[in-house]
């Protein structure tokens, strides 16, 4: 659907001059004015998200991964996984590479807006406590799902999604995945941290054995924000490119991210146990065999999708340079 105009603009002729009457664009001085204003608006509002999010990061004790060798070693190991899977969504672009510039600026987005979800879910949970399982689940799917898929595609909006290189549908995938990468990573991060400051540590190696431990853990769980994500970020670069259903495409982008989330988040204790009932396996290496075999199934889905729009690409590109290449050769009236 076209961009719906007024009934002036339908039938005025190419030379009206409709400026201020059925169009506008910044002419004068006082529209100059007002197109600053609007501009300095938007840049306030955006470093106002990121310093209280900023704020909000030290207040929780996020910089300890910065500050503590240890912490930051043992971070810097379990977001590994979702940083391979998030060079492989990367990769596996068709379009022309996104610049390392956006792409550090999405990550660090994602570890800033990844607070915001610390923030909102530790206040919602007492909501659902005293429901037993019902209330984990539901805790589950109307806050940590939605919220966390919500901050996560707030990072690419806040940034990579105004660039000039944001110029595919593709490219949300990608930025969504980057995104994950970085809420993966300060999640780590405060999990590693909270099991390093738990009363049973002890210094030397048996702390290192704790960190280990988690960190484990975590790596197994940190593929899955990059797969989230990047199925949100799929649907914000179709957004961009369909803005009259801009919304409802956004939307269906967070349901779907949000679903899987929750669905992990709330069978990973019950499949872990049944695969350990099964197989004779401890908790970690059915937990593992059960984040594969989950991760798996949607990270096919996701590069299905993927690989269908790099088909779709290179066969509309391919009629293209075939379209030219006809037209070149095509004799003209000055041919002999």
Known sequence: MSRRRDPVEERAGADVDLYDIATWEPRG?????????????????????????LLILIGIGGLSALTDPQIGALT?????PALALALYVRRSDVTSGEPL?????????????????????????????GFGFLGT????????????????????R???????????????????????LGFATIENALYITQSLDAPT?????????VGGGITAVRALAGPGHVIYSAFAGYYLGLAKFNREHRGPIIVKGLIVAALIHATYNTTVGIGTGLIGFA?????????????????????????????????????????????ESAFASEPTEFDP
């Open 76 to 80: 810097l190991l379990s977001a590994l």
């Open 279 to 323: 197989t004779g396996l401890g908790q970690l290496p059915s937990f593992l065999l059960y984040v594969l075999l989950y991760d798996g199934v949607f990270g096919f889905v996701l590069f299905r999708k993927i690989r269908r729009y790099n088909r779709t690409y290179r066969t509309v590109h391919d009629d293209e340079r075939a379209e």
């Open 101 to 129: 510039s956006v792409l550090v600026a999405t990550f660090l987005l994602g570890v800033l807006t990844a607070n915001f979800a610390a923030v909102l879910n530790s206040y919602s949970q007492g909501l659902f406590a």
């Open 29 to 53: 001085v006082l529209d100059g004015v007002a197109s600053g204003i609007y501009r300095v608006f938007v840049a306030s509002t955006r470093l106002f998200v990121v310093g209280v999010a």
């Open 201 to 209: 540590a002890t210094a030397g190696l048996g702390l290192i054995g």
């Open 158 to 180: 806040l940034y990579a999604y105004g660039h000039d290189r944001f110029e595919a549908v593709l490219d949300g995938t990608v930025y969504g995945a980057v995104a994950g």
């Open 137 to 156: 689940a539901l805790f589950f799917y109307l806050v940590v799902g939605p919220v966390e898929e919500t901050v996560k595609l707030l990072a690419v």
